[in-house]
């Protein structure tokens, strides 16, 4: 997923994320831009929250090792 971050928004992007079907409980998250992970390790709703600066942000979920 990719968005474009806004300074001014300061609500956390939330993104479902179906852990016990398609990752078997375990997940790992890529992040690149200005935004980071606020949520808990594996929780279903990731949150994702800008840091405060502009620019593009890209969010990969993934399998753990791959």
Do not use: C, W
Not at 3 to 9: D, F, G, M, V
Not at 27 to 40: H, K, L, N, Q
């Amino acid at each position: 997923m990719t968005y474009e971050a806004a300074p001014t928004i300061r609500k956390p992007t939330i993104v479902f994320v179906p852990v016990a079907r398609h990752y078997h409980g375990h997940y790992e998250v890529a992040i690149t831009g200005p935004a980071r992970v606020t949520s808990a390790p594996d929780a279903p709703l990731l949150q994702v929250r800008n840091t405060g600066d502009p620019g593009v942000v890209t969010v990969m979920v993934k399998t753990p090792g791959s």
